[in-house]
């Protein structure tokens, strides 16, 4: 309902040597990581090479209530997914993927979007093969397949698919025996490896080893290919090192802030950007708050550096889920009044600096900002923690048109005059840039320059099937 | 839960020329095709050349339940599949079947089973294509799409594909612009057209027809693709009439008895079957009895030509469903209880000849006639309207090991002992013959004799995937 | 949706002595009454004392799902119900109901209807007392326990209550320690009591003690009370015999055939009925079929009697269950078409006597007639194994207005017209009256003759507080 | 599964003059009341007269899903609940409570609890009266309708009732004609009146009037009734004051910071709990931070007042609902690191200043302050925004006991050791008074004093049907 980015996924993996169990240890990882996909999510479960897989659409604990946990076979490896699902017949791409091979079986979980998709199925569908989803995850699949019945490992296999495939992957593969993590030579989503004792998991972010107990150890590299088997770990890194480009928006948006990614703290770069908003805009005002979630450590950082006072300005209702707004209630005024509530004894009679990640539709600042004005704010700045978001992204978001981008299309003056507030600042790209060094990172920021780390896709890559005749 | 054999699917399709909707008319088709399968259920619709599906675990009226069937799209031709799922991982075998390749989208429905769909997937595999699902339909579905990328069309391509696949298969397919019908060489499962005005329907049974108030034309014939578009029906027949051999147990047990199968109605092979039985294993007893519901009609055929009056002696409790029976009900006797009960006043104190269709592993005939004798039957004479089930049925049903049929390992002296009946009757291949004969019908009766239409699979057809390393 | 009679309630009551459960028993044995009501049920659970109830909208295998059973606690007394609801909020109605008092906790399931119910909530209310429901089922626990702060006992207050309260009541009731079967003078609906071991149960039919291996010992009598503890049974029969009469229908529809109520076998009295018919209303055909399943009894009745072939006219879709309709489908024709088939070869070309249990609004004979002319039937006599239906019934069932009773508005000749008939003939009361003979039973047939064993209802009984303002 | 204190209810009313809907304010109102309980929840609706009620066990979004809230009738007026739950058969327990009585029909919806509930109840029971329900909201009803029949109006009846019953009770009354809110003498839950337009709406929290655009307008005061008709508002207040005492607990956990209760902003309250708690137990530290949700206001205070920075500690997982915590899973630090996480830049190697609102039980601070130390906290100080929990609450909570209240059992140095922190301060009660004197607030802190604003129950109020035999 917010105008938000819309990330599409979050993967996990585990492989036990020494532990009893492996699903509540991916259920609960994925509950961690649920903000990266709340449409759908599934497991896929080993036992003794035979790989049984539960999927469905809804929230983690919806489709894994204690029934369909009760039902799970118990294994030494699994692999998990979350998916937002904005592409195509979701209950035919829900993840993992699970296909039969030559070799036997495969399960795949993949967070990204390729760039190159549609040429590679169309070459494979020139050949008589068919797909089951418009995914570019089963183009994954079948790339690494098509290298498997040529290759002597499944992990050679992957690593010549990775020359063919192009774009935004991170990826969790399991085979009848092993565990496999890869990430595109770009590193564009976020994939880290960690520890519990001698057992392995890798997840898109760290939050979920926290969430069961386990020890984060590294970033998968940008390129690297890391294989578990019972006889150990091993890493094959990409031999040229390719241009890379985390997305910026993980950390602006997507992340946890309790994640770490490519060694800098989500909630750390967060606080940064506030402060270098400070620095770039600065007001005179009584009090800084965020909006809730993903604004509340840039405002965080804002206040800090400004040393004006943080306050909290909104409560959000916490029991989110599906709430049904009746046809009365459309009006996005009456649906945003639902979801967030401003603490009046922080802003009336106050000027107020509101600090929000992004504005991506700007459908929601208005009323979010009229909320501010009813509880009595005499003055609304408002701030944002990154740039104007001008561009369509390939990696696995759903933004691809710049149609309804409100920044591509108005001036910052004509914004702040649509939305209402006295003044408006975006974050700039060279503090972007500055504080991508600081923390040592190489960023994706295509969305506000068009400039990407790979080149975008030669044309629409809608396959065939979804087109009506 | 009683001891049947246990067929898997029923398949549907229309094609609207001058009507408004297809979904209605699939969903009550399939309501009426529910008794060939009762796991799980899809409908696909064609909605200007993109195929939607919906399908799920479950009963029609559970998958497709109001908030379901409101999200449907409609459209002008609709294909829908109901399955017993006896093989592999269910939730990824539920049909149709939707795949997309070079030509676009393409839905299969499909009952029966093939003998060389392992062959075929390995071959397949061997050029690293993937497989989605442990089911022949996939494979049937990849045999059509290799021939149709060099094919002008769908159904040459169908047409090919059927050199290469062995086994039973009724097919109804759908392509963006085109609905085909398909019947294997000797068909082994039934198929046949309809129509509605302009309309046309296929369907595994024609009771289906009915439900919707669809006109019966008449059956599809063994190798015969009908292709149906915008433009008209077009029929292909085979070449070569191959040996043929219609499931005989389609008659004895699987089809709805009113329905009319390749020209026989199966109420009246039932009665003749009953009749039958009657002129071979006569009794000297006070009524006829039959086992609800597929005894009914052999019983009804027994007392005609007997001169024993008809009686009606069991009750099956009609709200069947997932009754969930308790731990301490789990005894068999318990179990059959809550299903069957015996109307007392029509057995007390009576000589009882009781008609069922067939004993397939005898787990259930004890407690049934225990229920008799409890209800103070004098005598219990039991006649099966089928002769013994002593092999292997390889065409779809659950019945691939001869290890659990009683006939196969015991005389019918030592099962009448076993089921405690003073005497046990069952119908003579002969018999069969003769009733074949008198329909103008070619059985296959392979699982009482041996011989099949086909020759049967060369080893045992499970995929690799499926087997623990 | 076929036009019968709808009956309200089925009732259940276990006291175990020596047993160890009593929920799978209850369960089971609702499981077999489900045709008594289909719209919710419950079981009130008795734990040393302390009374638990599980409750709900839909049919028993629905309400006590595996969730639902695993969760319900286990005791030495149970209650069950099951429940039509034609009356009031339903969710509030569901039975059994439960209340607490000064002397601890009562559970009451009812099956029936008062005629002064209205009157009595009316006195009560007038005393500032207040109902959660508008069902009589409150009024009955009202009035005993307004006789229980006086009384020294329950079973006192039961007798004492049964003084007060007229019309139709079966009752099974369960207090802290004792389990209590009572049933109105004049034995409207009915109730029977059996055994397991030194285990008590009763029940609405007998059918129900079957299903969960129980014997049948005996009906209980018109006014009687049973009280069970665990010292044993004891019995009060009414001082005065007042005129008694059990409801007609109970043979002629509500009923399972393999149950028998009052000394007599459902089955056999549907026999009979059919014979009479045959005896009052013969005609020349070829076959007598019956309109399943309450027209197949008096069906074989009929054949036998007649001489003519009784034959199986009808499959019914067993796959019953909330089917949705979808508004294409609504036509009355359609949707008869979707549960009921013909079987053509058993009327095809014949002349056809068709037998019915009984015609209430007359409208679905119509479209299921249509079925059998479609079908090629060359005449059709449709006879009722029950006179016309032309006044209200206050006991119970849903026919409260003799507005839409087609037989109270239309002579035979012009209801055969209506529905398309040859012939049209009716039992005669004449005919009930000699079955009841036959039986030793009192019947109540108010509804085609307008005399009830008690007086009617002085003014329509619907709350107050149902009515707008 | 966090050691909170559970209250038991939020209540919301709605009359319309001149609006369309109110089942769609009512539904957003109790989700916006969510956090005061989340076991079960309901509405009634008022149609012409004729009030309709759903409830059910689940959250709002979960009984009133969008199919649920499509069959919800229309009105002018209705009445919400949602409750905690704690006491008794929940499934009778759940509120509105729709009662019939001579008059017609009323609902009512209550929060808090009365300390003479089974004095009343006993009183009522001995003279025949029936309770459905072992709550203190049906010896409301009763208690109100006691009054009604000798009374002229509702409104005189509730006020005449208001004598009888003692305790706590915010309650939502709705006949066929009329709205009424009342609350108890003593004031001790909340109860606010909004308008939106011509309309008038109540409820527990203002909070729930933002949700809606509805305008708080005051405080219903203790001991006050106010009646809404379609001619006007009309209140009544107590000829008598009674001592007021509004529950502590409001302010420190139960109420969302966003409302304004009795003149205070709850936000404000707790930013200057976390001031005195600064001055009261002072630290040399690097950071401040709070438990989500309820301690980050008081951690705010705490800073603001101490000069250390504020900062965000911990994620909690925002999707929360039934999240099944496996076997494996079931130590509770497990069970805390699901829900929280520590954001280590924010700790690692600082001394942390930890604020949470209380300590009740004791049993989740362990686990949670391990978090921290795992994280690299060098020293954890835990404030608590509240004194020490040491005696029962009478009114509303799950706090009915002293045995497992940590801080009635322990001193502050022994609490300190078993949860493991390097310092532990509480809040003063003589804070506390400020804190209600500078607010103009008179509020009940029993469960800190033992002295409460009403005389605590004479004994035990388990009714009689709830104890074993």
């Known amino acids: ?78 692999i998990g997914h979350c998916l937002y699902g904005s592409i195509g017949n979701a209950s035919e791409n829900i993840q993992p993927l699970l296909i039969n091979h030559m070799k036997g079986a495969m399960a795949l979980a993949h967070n990204g979007c390729l760039t190159n998709g549609l040429e590679i199925r169309e070459e494979l569908e020139k050949k008589g093969m068919i797909f089951h989803t418009s995914s570019n995850s089963e183009v994954i699949a079948y ?19 990775m020359k063919v495939i192009k774009g935004a992957y991170s990826l969790v593969i399991m085979s009848p025996t092993k565990l496999i993590a890869a990430r ?27 969430a069961i107990g386990a020890t984060f150890e590294r970033d998968i590299e940008p390129g690297e290919v890391v294989v578990v088997t019972k006889d150990g770990v091993k890493s094959y890194k990409p031999e040229v090192r390719e241009k890379t480009g985390l997305c910026v928006f993980e950390y602006i948006y997507n992340a946890r802030p309790d994640s770490v990614i490519d060694g800098a703290s989500v909630h750390e770069a967060r606080l940064q950007a506030g402060a270098f908003l400070a620095q770039e805009h600065p007001v005179e005002a009584d009090v800084v708050i ?3 979630d993903s604004g509340l450590d ?95 992204c390939y990696f696995g978001t759903d933004v691809v048109s710049v149609e309804n981008l409100i920044a591509a299309n108005h001036t910052v003056e004509e914004i702040a005059k649509i939305i209402g ?48 005749i």
């Open 421 to 468: 507030v006295d003044s408006l600042g975006y974050l700039s790209v060279e503090a972007c840039d500055k504080l991508a060094k600081g923390c040592g990172l190489s960023l994706c920021k295509g969305c506000f320059t068009g400039e990407y780390p790979v080149d975008p896709p030669k044309r629409d890559q809608t396959p065939r099937h979804e087109k009506p």
């Open 184 to 210: 595109d030579p770009q590193g564009i989503r976020p994939l880290c490896m960690g520890t519990m004792g001698e057992d392995v998991v890798f997840a898109s972010e760290s939050c979920a080893f926290n």
């Open 290 to 292: 965020g909006v809730p």
């Open 143 to 161: 790339a690494i397949i098509q290298e498997r019945v040529r290759c002597g490992s499944i992990e050679e296999a992957v690593r010549n698919a």
């Open 1 to 78: 309902m917010f105008d938000k980015l819309h990330e599409e996924c979050g993967v996990f993996g585990i492989f036990r040597r020494s532990g009893e169990t492996v699903v509540p240890e991916t259920y609960h990882a994925l509950y961690a990581l649920q903000h990266r996909g709340q449409e759908s999510c599934g497991i896929a479960v080993n036992v003794d090479g035979v790989i049984n897989c539960h999927k469905g659409a809804g929230l983690v604990n919806e489709v894994f209530n204690r029934e369909a946990l009760m039902k799970m076979p118990e294994g030494k490896m699994a």
């Open 298 to 392: 840039a405002a965080l950082g804002y206040a800090r550096e400004s040393g004006i006072p943080y306050g909290i300005g909104f409560i959000k209702n916490k029991y989110i889920g599906r709430t049904f707004i009746q046809p009365t209630q459309k009006e996005r005024q009456d649906a945003v009044r639902i979801k967030l509530n401003v603490v009046s004894a922080t802003v009336k009679d106050k000027r107020v600096v509101m600090v929000d990640d992004s504005i991506v539709r700007g459908t929601t600042s208005l009323p979010i900002i009229k909320l501010l004005r009813d509880a009595g704010a005499k003055e609304v700045h408002m701030r944002l923690a990154s740039p104007p978001y001008i561009r369509p």
